[in-house]
């Protein structure tokens, strides 16, 4: 049996929220924002046009050693090359054919595509979870997923987010993105800080307010930057808010939350007025280049997908370490589900595989080939899990550590229909003003004000 890609790997990027390569910014950006809400739109109505699904058989079933043809598409860098092999080597009637996108972004679009007309989706197509309330609008385009044999198997909230309002389940969560903090040991050593991983975790502090304050403390005796950009490190902090962007009733919030206000002002202190930002848009080619250079930045928001990329930015680069610690507490950032499209001539079989590759043993794989945190109860207790350690970050625990971090995780925001559209235009926001430098916080935030009531 044979296992096929269409796409190149994409080292600068994993498989998660926020993990796209950063397009043009400014007005460019704005408008592409802009452009997306009239793009939701158009999707919500051209699948309430369309009707049934499309195609399939009765029940979508495999007769027993008829031979399938199973699509599957990811995006970024899930680890499931390996695991698609021995998929076949178990089933010698399936063959796999791997459509790998470059970016979430990307995939989310050609989902939405397929789905509004009916036709052209994968077998199993990924949700990340920054879109996933999006498509769970439209239950009637994807099989239900429910089964007694996996009940139990994912993180409460992992499995919560995923039922939708009559109790069906579109999707087998994959892993997750519980975070922790990587840091340059000898950019810290260079000025005079502890280097460590657990002095560093009580260096960093608690709060956000303590991780600002040990920047201040770095910058003052070294030319790097305390951060790569604002971006990265909003997305920690916008993880910790229940409810930022949208209530409960889908109404748009963001710009009149105090709380978002808040961090969105606090941040921007940090990142310019107190020069704690190396004012790099993450995902992009700057940014990229960036881990190489010899001045660059000493700290970065680390869930466990983001080891990976940092290791294959920064290759034959010596003093990155991961400190146990995260400011505000506990966050999670990532995480995608595999569903089913109903519109699939394979549903059955599609249904079997999407359950394999999301089971506790192939979750594992995929961590040790990626570092794609396990989502499964039965992974995070493992001693295979607990005791992984990465050898590129100085040896450190990382399945212990990030084993902690998933465990210190109190909040899951409330992400809506318009949550990616709503984070998208205020990371442009803060990147006026920390990147462009075209606008300062006040003007830059009336900017995303008025993206809010195109919205709504």
């Not at 998660?16 to 397009?23: D, L």
Request: charged share 25%; aromatic share 10%.
């Amino acid at each position: 049996m044979r296992t096929t890609d269409h796409a190149e790997e994409n080292t600068s990027a994993a498989a998660h929220p926020g993990r796209r390569p950063g397009s043009a910014r400014g007005a460019h950006r704005r408008a592409h924002v802009l452009r997306g809400i009239a793009l939701t739109s158009g999707l919500a109505l051209a699948l309430t046009a369309c009707g049934g699904a499309a195609g399939g058989d009765d029940d979508g079933g495999v007769a027993e050693g008829e031979d399938v043809s199973l699509s599957v598409t990811t995006f970024n860098e899930f680890g499931y090359e390996e695991l698609f092999t021995e998929y076949e080597e178990l089933n010698e009637n399936v063959t796999i054919e791997h459509n790998k996108i470059d970016t979430a972004e990307n995939a989310r679009d050609s989902l939405r595509n397929s789905l509004g007309a009916g036709q052209g989706a994968s077998d199993i197509e990924p949700l990340e979870v920054d879109w996933l309330a999006e498509f769970k609008q439209y239950p009637d385009r994807f099989e239900d997923l429910s089964d007694p044999e996996v009940e139990g198997r994912w993180l409460d909230w992992k499995y919560e987010d995923a039922l939708l309002e009559d109790g069906s389940l579109i999707g087998y969560g994959t892993d997750s993105g519980p975070q922790a903090v990587c840091y340059r040991a000898d950019l810290f050593e260079e000025a005079g800080l502890p280097t460590d991983r657990d002095e560093v975790a009580d260096f960093l502090g608690d709060t956000w307010e303590d991780y600002f304050a040990a920047g201040r403390e770095f910058v003052a005796e070294s030319d790097s930057a305390w951060y790569s950009g604002s971006d990265n490190v909003w997305q920690g902090m916008i993880n910790q808010v229940e409810v930022p962007f949208q209530d409960a009733e889908g109404e748009v919030i963001a710009d009149t939350n105090p709380e978002v206000k808040d961090l969105y002002d606090q941040l921007l202190e940090a990142s310019v007025q107190d020069e704690l930002s190396a004012g790099l848009t993450q995902w992009s080619g700057d940014w990229s280049d960036a881990f190489q250079r010899e001045e660059t930045f000493a700290t970065m928001m680390c869930p466990g997908w983001m080891l990976g990329i940092i290791e294959g930015n920064a290759a034959e680069v010596e003093g990155w370490d991961i400190a146990n610690t995260f400011p505000g507490g506990g966050a999670n950032w990532g995480g995608s589900y595999l569903t089913v499209p109903s519109q699939g001539d394979n549903v059955e079989a599609a249904k079997e595989l999407a359950a394999w590759l999301t089971a506790p043993e192939q979750q594992l794989k995929a961590f040790e080939v990626v570092n794609a945190f396990p989502s499964t109860g039965e992974a995070l207790e493992s001693e295979e899990l607990l005791s992984a350690t990465n050898e590129f970050f100085n040896d450190a625990p990382t399945g212990e550590i990030l084993a902690e971090r998933a465990e210190a995780v109190e909040t899951q925001p409330l992400k809506g229909t318009e949550y990616l559209t709503i984070n998208v235009a205020i990371q442009d926001a803060i990147n006026r003003v920390d990147v462009d430098g075209s606008d300062d916080p006040e003007s830059s935030w009336q900017k995303f004000v008025n993206d809010m009531e195109a919205l709504r």
